[in-house]
């Protein structure tokens, strides 16, 4: 195990009836808010009314900016720096999932900077001030309500990219899971798909001696794929809905993490493709994931076979190590479909004629990952093993 410091300081209020407190939570840090948001839904399914009503009760001033799409544009984010500056906000609330929450962090680090926002995003400026944020969730996935990151896409040059620092972590995050009752299921399981990522990216390492994370993350991914089919059969089944939402937050708060290298590769390579193509973040990991697995899991055997016996359940073949071992990522890539996930670039309907340039861009700065290593050719190997 490797040294470590782990702090999270985001306050979860979780359960039912949860955004009715918002105003009360909001008040401790500002008056004047930003309130930021995505599309209908939220107006649609009454989310919106409550949080509005627990503002104003509190006596919270707000401006509103909505329109958030997924893969946040960085269009929106500077206009909204634009916003709260006019307004003078001293906080931002965002109201939804990852996609909400990573633009009003893109926004609060953009709110003292004078240059281009856009800078922190490619490493000319360091993260130094940013407005703090507090959280409605309706979407678990991202893990954005408690993490210290945050990606958005510029659409010139079609780059997708992340900041990351404890200035942008949410002071607190309210999770009610009655609020996911009405997701499309196609969003429920693009939702499992990005949690199970976010696990997997710490799961597979080179670290040795890493065994409490280790069953950590097998348990939260387990939870996943236990109850992703329960609420695909009931909407509504809260306890299923609920084991989601918090494993959704423990998957990407820094705490299965702790002491070992993490990866990261996966991200990496899917971010193009939803940079260029505007796919759902968590049907691009159901694609790219499989088929990273399919390339580097001889680096480590014991792993993988470690995975398929201990997540799902493979009974092993002691004389054949990398057959159980395979069995792992074969069931990861079904599980993935079974749920209603694309497994493949022809199902994400990604034409090849861009693949090239997707793992120019991601491999642009050096190789990515730690696990194994990966050079703009690996990525394409990765890319091309993922076609059908």
């Not at 946040?72 to 500056?85: D, N, Q, Y």
């Not at 997701?183 to 949690?195: K, N, V, W």
């Not at 708060?253 to 290298?261: P, Q, V, W, Y």
Request: some cysteine.
């Amino acid at each position: 195990m490797e040294n470590f410091t782990f702090q999270n300081t985001t306050k979860i209020i979780f359960g039912k009836d949860t955004e009715k407190e918002v105003g009360e939570h909001t008040a401790k840090y500002g008056y004047k808010v930003l309130l930021h948001y995505g599309g209908g839904s939220i107006k649609k399914y009454g989310t919106y009314d409550k949080v509005v009503k627990s503002l104003e009760k509190a006596g919270v001033d707000y401006v509103e900016l909505g329109g958030v799409e997924p893969n946040p544009k960085l269009s929106l984010v500077k206009e909204g720096i634009e916003l709260a500056r006019e307004e003078k906000v001293d906080f931002i609330l965002a109201v939804g999932g990852g996609s909400v929450i990573d633009s009003a962090k893109a926004i609060s680090v953009g709110y003292f900077y004078d240059g281009d926002v856009w800078d922190f995003f490619t490493g000319k400026a360091e993260i130094n001030e940013a407005l703090p944020i507090g959280v409605v969730l309706t979407i678990p996935a991202a893990g954005s309500e408690s993490s210290g990151a945050a990606v958005v896409t510029k659409m010139d040059g079609m780059y997708k990219r992340d900041i990351a620092s404890d200035l942008i972590r949410p002071q607190f995050a309210i999770m009610n899971p009655e609020i996911t009752f009405t997701l499309p299921d196609y969003q429920t399981a693009c939702g499992a798909a990005d949690i199970m990522a976010h696990i997997m990216e710490r799961y597979f390492t080179n670290t040795e001696n890493v065994e409490l994370t280790d069953r950590l993350s097998e348990s939260a991914l387990k939870t996943i794929i236990k109850n992703v089919p329960e609420v695909l059969e009931n909407n509504e089944d809260y306890a299923a809905r609920a084991e989601i939402m918090w494993t959704g937050t423990i998957a990407h708060n820094n705490l299965l993490g702790t002491g070992r290298e993490e990866d990261w590769s996966s991200h990496g390579i899917e971010h193009e493709l939803s940079g260029i193509y505007d796919v759902a973040h968590g049907a691009g990991l159901a694609v790219v994931f499989p088929a990273w697995m399919n390339y580097v899991y001889q680096h480590d055997l014991e792993r993988f076979a470690q995975f398929a016996v201990r997540v799902w359940d493979v009974d092993p073949d002691f004389k054949d190590l990398e057959w159980t071992a395979r069995q792992g990522i074969k069931r990861t890539k079904e599980f993935f479909s079974s749920v209603g996930l694309p497994v493949t670039l022809e199902g994400l309907e990604i034409p090849d004629e861009r693949l090239e340039e997707m793992a120019e861009k991601a491999t642009e700065n050096g190789p990515i990952g730690n696990f194994v290593k990966l050079d703009k050719e690996d990525v394409l190997n990765i890319y091309q093993s993922a076609l059908k």
